[in-house]
């Protein structure tokens, strides 16, 4: 349950007011972490100390559903000169560390990241005559943190967020999200960390598609230079009804499709609705290698397994040097490479996710023939698997989000990988990977590949 209200931090002695532990130099109110990120906000709004405030009513650390503290509102009034609008501008408080005391997040030291090291903001395009700033974009920054707080996966600049709604629940073609940089606010140090500040950018499908097919940060770029679909400083305008690919068509061969040529795709994964069957050994096969079982328990992704995964997507975004997977028993690495801040857990891992058995019971079986299985969602973007990622020597993970089930397509490229060109189909407990020579036209090789409903997926017994 959420309240607006007027003020730019908590109120002296209500429940978000205690300060845990941290430095003297605060008052004992004003808790530390929260001082310093309005602080970024004072300097931008010197004339707005006390802005309208969404504020969780009951506080996440005492039970509540919402993470975010506080999500402040102010007025822009834009940058003429730059051809930039007045504007609302939102700012969360909540997902770095406010308190200091472990009650949200664990004090990791001053010199790393505050909590999830970052907090949202959102630009909304104010309409004539508008005088206070809606308070939806604050439910859908709460959505973004209780996936954060959920999965413990933190965001980067040139994200993407498939949301499939209209942001503020209207008619409105923008219904996804892209992330980058605020244009404006710095990164702050505070005594729990520091804090960067990423913004989100409302999108409409068919510039999701192009940031799923090239990268985000490229179509960031173009609705940069489109005054109408964001502008510099990428401002949301939710009556917008043109794509950027609409009022400028040259902008998807021009750009987008000679980006996808030359670069390929940086989306190295997805969380899906898919499946996999073995059709050179009987479904009743008690080593069926998505099945193995002890007792009555089935077998699920051993740790180990879950971290190759992760590991796969990982090293998927790596744009310059050669794409390497990880090997079978390779240990947790705590960092990303070069193109990604470092994440707590990927999305990969899920609560089912310990090993039943041990890892090293289970074997790598190399496959005869096999069925790929995908839902309408996922089977789309099979062209960008192997335009975006095959052509250009990388690989691409598929993993289920009904299941334990992954399949990762693999090219000739890509080392490290246990499917090879002899034995393009192998499988590691549920884990499928699918070797592709170059050209992708393969008659010899027994496949089978079929896009079903999503009802399909949503039966355990599919």
Partial sequence: MEGVRQGGGPPAGGPGSG??????????LFPPGLHGIYGECRRLYPDQPNPLQVTAILKYWLGGPDPLDYVSMYRNLGNPALNVPEHWHYVSFGLSDLYGDNRVHEFTGTDGPSGFGFELTFR??????????????????QGLARYVFQSENTFCSGDHVSWHSPLDNSESRIQ????????????????????TFLQIVGVCTEELHAAQQWNGQGILELLR??????GPWLITDM?????????DPHLQQERVDKGIETDGSNLSGVSAKCAWDDLSRPPEDDEDSRSICIGTQPRRLSGKDTEQIRETLRRGLE?????????????????????RAPSRKDSLESESSAAIIPHELIRTRQLESVHLKFNQESGA???LCLRGRLLHGRHFTYKSITGDTAITFVSTGVEGAFAT????????????????????????KKLKVSILPDAVFDNPLH
């Fill in 124 to 141: 909304l395009k104010r309409e004539t005559g508008e005088s206070a700033p809606p308070t939806w974009p604050a439910e859908l920054m």
């Fill in 421 to 444: 060109e002899e034995h393009p189909y192998a499988a590691h407990g549920p884990w499928l990977q699918f070797k592709l020579p170059k050209e992708y036209s393969w008659p010899e």
């Fill in 319 to 339: 744009i310059n040097s050669k794409p390497v997977l990880p090997p079978i028993n390779a240990q947790r690495q705590n960092g990303l490479n070069h193109d």
């Fill in 225 to 230: 230079t489109v005054p109408v679909a964001g």
């Fill in 176 to 195: 996804h999200m892209l992330l980058t940089e605020d244009p404006q606010m710095q990164p702050v140090q505070t005594p729990f960390g520091v804090v």
């Fill in 381 to 383: 973007l099979i062209p």
């Fill in 239 to 247: 009556r917008r009804g043109e794509t950027i690919f609409e009022i």
């Fill in 19 to 28: 300060s845990g532990s941290a430095s003297g130099s605060f008052p004992s």
